[in-house]
Each structure stands twice: as structure tokens, then as C-alpha cells.
């Protein structure tokens, strides 16, 4: 099966930095990655997601990046802000059906 | 719509308990997943159902797990007897599926087995 290695566990920027945060899939026949943020105590939400026959996707402060063949995909966070404080999971699918999940990044913007 | 809805939203019973689960998809949507959260093992897939037909349950972690979804509406996850070990937050998600991917959560049911 898939398996999604997220990095880093804990990122701490200060508001205004920007926010990277790294995934690495296993299986080649991955073909879609979504970013879910979980605010504490809530659902996780989709964010933004990307394709693998798109290299890169942009959504305001929010861009994906995929390289095919690393196999590693990251989520960018420009101008970051208090209110993007939370837990974000990467994930891999293979034609939609399994969703695996990184083990998460927990962001913490200082004001 | 109002989303994936999930019940209880709390559940604290003991050991050795029946627990019954229950998610509602977004209306139309034909793939359900039933997702457990705990710190040490993040997100893991526990079952998916598509056009109500379980597809994959090889997630599930004992035959004390079961789940079953009797129509397009409606899901539920049952523990039975329920274990401490099983305390997690348990999910429920749902997709359009055929090629339509974006997963939807519910608000999850927090169980606690003490």
C-alpha cells in the first residue's frame, strides 16, 4: 500500500513568514494530493489539492508543489497569519478511491 | 447542504460496551470512508463503501469492528465490545466519487472508553 511521510511534526513561524511543509509518497501510481487544515477540535477541511499531471497550483496565499518523479509534494504558506495556526495533513490517492494521510504538521504562527 | 453529519458528537462509555457510530454523507455523494484519529497513528482508513457496497476494509483493527451502510443515506460504525484502546475521534467522510475526489469530513465523534 501508500505510505505518506510528512515533515516537519511541529513548524513555529512568525506572522508574516512564509510556511513550507514537505510530503513524500511511496506509490508511483499516486495520482492526487490533497492538503487538509484541522483547526483544533474541528473537521479537517481541504484546502487545496493538486493533480499529477499539474506541477504546481496556486490558491492566494496557499501554492502546491509536486515533483513526480522525487515523489514529493509541499504546501507553501505566504504572508502567514495567527488565523493559519493549525494542524495540516498531506495526502496521496490512487484514482480517488484510498485516501492515505501524513502523520501531520502542526503550524504555529507567533503574532 | 449541511455537510457529512456525524452522531453522537460525544461517546464516553465502558469497557465492553456496544458503541454505534453514525455518519450521514452529503447527499448524492456515492463513496463513504470511516476514518479513526488518535496522536500516535494520525489518520488511518478504517473502511470505505462505494454506491453502498463495502470495497475496503482492510483497515479495520479487529473483528470487534464492523460496519455497514444499509443505504445511500446513512452508515454506521460499530464497536462491539468496545476496549480503553479504542478512545479516538472517529470521522466519517464522504465524495462523489467516479473520478470526482475532493473528501468532505464530518465533524467527527469523539469517543472515549474508560
Known amino acids: 500500500g501508500e505510505n505518506v511521510e510528512q515533515h516537519p511534526s511541529t513548524l513555529s513561524v512568525q506572522e508574516g513568514d512564509s510556511a513550507v511543509i514537505k510530503c513524500t509518497y511511496s506509490?508511483?501510481?499516486?495520482?492526487?494530493f490533497p492538503w487538509y487544515k484541522q483547526e483544533l477540535g474541528k473537521r479537517p477541511q481541504l484546502i487545496i489539492d493538486?493533480?499529477?499531471?499539474?506541477g504546481e497550483k496556486k490558491d492566494q496565499r496557499i501554492a502546491v508543489t509536486l515533483n513526480k518523479t522525487a515523489k514529493h509534494f509541499s504546501l507553501h504558506i505566504t504572508e502567514t497569519q495567527p488565523e493559519d495556526s493549525a494542524v495540516y495533513f498531506c495526502?496521496?490517492?490512487?484514482?480517488?478511491?484510498?485516501?492515505?494521510f501524513g502523520s501531520g504538521t502542526k503550524l504555529n504562527v507567533k503574532p | 447542504d449541511a455537510g457529512v453529519i456525524q452522531s453522537p458528537r460525544h461517546e464516553v462509555t465502558e469497557m465492553g460496551q456496544e458503541v454505534t457510530l453514525r455518519c450521514k454523507p452529503i447527499?448524492?455523494?456515492?463513496?463513504l470512508f470511516w476514518y479513526r484519529q488518535t496522536m500516535m497513528r494520525g489518520l488511518e482508513l478504517l473502511i470505505y463503501?462505494?454506491?453502498?457496497?463495502?470495497?475496503?476494509d482492510s483497515g479495520m483493527p479487529e473483528d470487534r469492528f464492523s460496519a455497514k451502510m444499509p443505504n445511500a443515506s446513512f452508515s454506521t460504525l460499530k464497536i462491539q465490545p468496545s476496549e480503553p484502546r479504542d478512545s479516538a475521534v472517529y470521522f466519517c467522510?464522504?465524495?462523489?466519487?467516479?473520478?470526482?475526489?475532493?473528501?468532505?469530513f464530518g465533524s467527527g465523534t469523539q469517543l472515549s472508553v474508560l
Open positions: 467522510a464522504s465524495s462523489l466519487g467516479a473520478g470526482n475526489e475532493k473528501l468532505f
Open positions: 506509490d508511483s501510481a499516486s495520482n492526487y
Open positions: 493538486i493533480r499529477s499531471n499539474v
Open positions: 495526502a496521496a490517492s490512487r484514482n480517488f478511491n484510498k485516501f492515505y
Open positions: 447527499s448524492g455523494h456515492n463513496s
Open positions: 463503501f462505494n454506491n453502498n457496497v463495502p470495497i475496503d
